[in-house]
């Protein structure tokens, strides 16, 4: 099982970044996707989700208007549009994979950093 953040970077705020989580090795249509992060010293905290179809997303209340999670089941790929970034969205971005329909497995990629600073 393998999930694998890309496309972190250095942004200036206001700039706008894609992360991707390209999954393998699990059936990616019967998991919910979540992305998470964390900044140092504080909790991984929950960013975004989608569920397994993709039929429903939430978000926390700090990205509303300005993140987008989305999930390519044919790619086997869960992204986060990010855009107007603040540096308060600086930290560790990971995607979590959790089984659907009462599945009790879930899985963790490894994280990919986003600093935003001017």
């Known amino acids: 099982v393998q999930l694998v953040e890309s496309g972190g970077g250095s942004v200036q705020p206001g700039g706008s970044l894609t992360l991707s989580c390209a999954a393998s090795g699990f059936t990616f249509s019967s998991y919910h996707m979540s992305w998470y992060r964390q900044s140092p010293g504080k909790e991984r905290t929950l960013v975004a989700s989608?569920?397994?179809?993709?039929?429903?997303?939430n978000y926390v209340d700090s990205v509303k208007g300005r993140f987008t999670i989305s999930r390519d089941n044919a790619e086997n790929t869960v992204y986060l549009q990010m855009n107007s970034l603040k540096p308060e969205d600086t930290a560790v971005y990971y995607c979590?994979?959790?089984?659907?329909?009462?599945?009790?497995?879930?899985?963790w990629g490894q994280g990919t950093q986003v600093t935003v600073s001017s």
């Open positions: 979590k994979a959790d089984q659907a329909m009462g599945g009790s497995r879930y899985y």
């Open positions: 989608i569920s397994f179809v993709g039929g429903r997303t």
